[in-house]
């Protein structure tokens, strides 16, 4: 449902005349709720965190070296 509301309307600008879906609302409302402002990477600490996440998958293993 997020990945949905991301492509088919936050992240669509010929998307944004249109009227958002309450499913929709409701998933970018958690969205912004649970994650961090871009400021915030200024934080080494929480930098380092989201670049060690990026180097995994969604199961929590490696992810492939060439993986960008």
Known sequence: M???????WALNK?????ELT???RK???WLKRNSLL???LAEVDVLRRA????CRKVD???AAA???
């Open 22 to 24: 309450e499913e929709w």
């Open 66 to 68: 060439k993986t960008a």
């Open 51 to 54: 670049l060690d996440a990026l």
């Open 27 to 29: 998933a970018l409302d």
């Open 60 to 62: 929590g293993k490696a």
């Open 2 to 8: 997020l990945r949905r509301a991301l492509y088919s």
């Open 14 to 18: 010929n998307a944004w005349a249109e």
């Open 38 to 40: 871009v400021s915030a």
